[in-house]
């Protein structure tokens, strides 16, 4: 039962290229988030799925795009990096309808943008 | 506007005493709150949570206390030890029945001296 995994777990990008973010679960988790830390902020949501084939934006959603797959995987996806997207990304999930809804949180990704 | 504060950026608590972290919120629609632990590396891990309608939730080592009328929160955890050295994230739930959006404080360093 590994929980939640992300990959890769650092990346090395140079602005305006592109990559995708992945995350999978094995909670059988209805939904699904893309997190983002940056120092001094906590942690701010980008987006979430509330359940598969929905999608909303967070608080700061600007400059990236996700997929749900299918129920175990959530993809974040940067079209064109800026330095500013600099940030260790974290992917988590929930049951969805638990009070309150604990959500597990993946071990992250270190990303830079230079 | 930060609607959940971590006004101290780090504790240090000699190992065996009372570490208490403390968080404040502005939106009174918070209904749950939950504090998540995260080591160097890793992703945040629940903790412990409380209901709106309690004032105190105690889990082991770790006390949660909640005044809703000074829309303010703690953290206890005594005795501490050197593991409990990590950064502390209060977060909070608007109301509502599934998919509960987080919103996170800027976190709290705490540092166990031994």
């Known amino acids: 039962n590994a929980g939640v995994t992300q990959t890769p777990k650092f990346q090395v990008l140079k602005t305006g290229q592109s990559m995708t973010l992945q995350c999978a679960q094995d909670m059988n988790h209805n939904s699904m988030y893309w997190y983002r830390q940056d120092p001094g902020m906590g942690l701010r949501l980008i987006y979430y799925s509330a359940s598969e084939g929905t999608t909303d934006k967070g608080e700061v959603p600007n400059g990236y795009n996700v997929s749900r797959l299918n129920k175990r995987e959530f993809s974040l996806r940067l079209e064109s990096a800026a330095p500013s997207q600099t940030s260790v990304y974290f992917c988590a999930s929930s049951d969805g309808r638990a009070l309150p809804d604990t959500q597990y949180f993946g071990p992250g990704t270190r990303l830079t943008v230079l | 506007d930060q609607q959940v504060k971590q006004n101290s950026p780090s504790l240090s608590v000699q190992e065996g005493r009372i570490s208490i972290l403390n968080c404040d919120y502005t939106n009174s629609m918070f209904d749950y709150f939950l504090w998540y632990k995260k080591y160097p590396a890793e992703g945040p891990t629940f903790l412990i949570s409380i209901s709106s309608i309690k004032d105190k939730n105690e889990d082991g080592r770790f006390t949660v206390f909640l005044n809703k009328s000074a829309k303010h929160l703690s953290l206890h955890i005594v005795p501490s030890q050197p593991g409990d050295s990590a950064v502390y994230f209060c977060?909070?739930?608007?109301?509502?029945?599934?998919?509960?959006?987080?919103?996170f404080g800027t976190g709290t360093r705490l540092t166990i001296i031994p």
């Open positions: 977060a909070a739930s608007a109301r509502g029945f599934g998919n509960e959006k987080l919103t």
